[in-house]
Nanobody, 112 residues
Framework: QVQLVESGGGLVQPGGSLRLSCAAS???????MDWYRQAPGKQRELVGG???????NYADSVKGRFTISRDNAKNTMYLQMNSLKPEDTGVYFC???????WGQGTQVTVSS
C-alpha cells in the first residue's frame, strides 16, 4: 500500500524558511512527484514538481524562492521554502503522479 507522509510544516515569520519532507512507503521507486498547496477558501494549486531524473518546474509565484529535490535512496522528496510570504500560507501536499497518490498534508503558516 502506497503511503505519502509530509512533515516539516509550522509557523514562520515573513522572510523565513521552512523545509518540508515527503516520505513515500510501499513503493520500490518514487517516480515523478509534485507539491501542491491549498490556502483557506481557495482551490488546491500546483507549487511545482520533479521528474524521475531530477528536472524541476515551479509555479511563477514561488520561482526563485522554493526548491524541490529528492533522495531516491530514501524515497523522500523535499521542498525548501525561502523568503516566505504570508500568501504562502496553506496546507502543503505531496502527490505521486503515477497512481495519483496524495499525502495528508502539512500546515504552513507565514505570519508575524
Amino acid at each position: 500500500q502506497v503511503q505519502l507522509v509530509e512533515s516539516g510544516g509550522g509557523l514562520v515569520q515573513p522572510g523565513g524558511s521552512l523545509r518540508l519532507s515527503c516520505a513515500a512507503s510501499g513503493i520500490r521507486f518514487m517516480s515523478a512527484m509534485d507539491w501542491y498547496r491549498q490556502a483557506p477558501g481557495k482551490q488546491r494549486e500546483l507549487v511545482g514538481g520533479i521528474t524521475t531524473g531530477g528536472t524541476t518546474n515551479y509555479a511563477d509565484s514561488v520561482k526563485g524562492r522554493f526548491t524541490i529535490s529528492r533522495d531516491n535512496a530514501k524515497n523522500t522528496m523535499y521542498l525548501q521554502m525561502n523568503s516566505l510570504k504570508p500568501e504562502d500560507t496553506g496546507v502543503y501536499f505531496c502527490h505521486k503522479i503515477i497512481g495519483d497518490y496524495w499525502g495528508q498534508g502539512t500546515q504552513v503558516t507565514v505570519s508575524s
